[in-house]
């Protein structure tokens, strides 16, 4: 078993981990999976970043610290990630579905994750460029083209549930 008590070991010969530019620019992989923090040890870390007002919240994307934190028995709690999973779906139903549809305002693929994409990854057609001035994205291969949005929206307004599964996602389509 790995450190993360779990059955599956790591592929350890996989070809992905001899690829410098698979995943990470110019890192190859070959170390198993970090060692699992207790809740004391990651509380810890977390209170240490608030005590560094010249990095928190400039150097990573924390605000703040969760308020479960200051819960007197949330660092002991084993599953402190397990969260209510009708809400995660939902989440990453509309993430997934504003990236695709590249909707903005929502998408998760704005400036600074391109940035981070330019920092960590080797994706070169993927970064900002500068136009008259301006920062500009080129379009990514997983966002849907215009003329394949209205196929899929017209889809959406024909689909049919039974009763109970689904809250009448059609509602939701307007191709004006």
């Known amino acids: 078993m790995n450190c993360w008590s779990c059955p599956v070991k790591p592929a350890i010969g996989h070809p992905f981990r001899n690829q410098a530019n698979a995943f990470r620019k110019n890192k190859v992989v070959h170390e198993g999976p970090p060692r699992r923090l207790t809740g004391q040890e990651i509380k810890a870390q977390l209170y240490r970043l608030v005590g560094d007002s010249e990095k928190f919240g400039k150097e990573h994307n924390r605000t703040h610290i969760c308020p479960l934190w200051q819960l007197p028995y949330f660092s002991k709690l084993l599953l402190r990630h397990n969260i209510n999973v009708m809400h995660n779906e939902k989440n990453m139903a509309e993430a997934t579905w504003n990236t695709c549809f590249d909707v903005s305002e929502k998408t998760k693929d704005n400036v600074k994750a391109r940035q981070d994409l ?3 990854c080797n994706r070169p057609s993927l970064h900002l460029y500068s136009q008259n001035g301006k ?6 291969p997983y966002c849907i083209e215009k003329d394949r949005k209205t196929t899929i929206l017209n889809w959406f307004q024909e689909l049919k549930f039974p009763d109970g599964y689904a809250a009448n ?3 939701g389509v307007n191709l004006l």
Not at 135 to 140: G, L, N, Q, T, V
């Open 118 to 120: 330019e920092l960590l």
């Open 135 to 140: 920062w500009k994205k080129p379009r990514a």
């Open 169 to 171: 996602i059609r509602r």
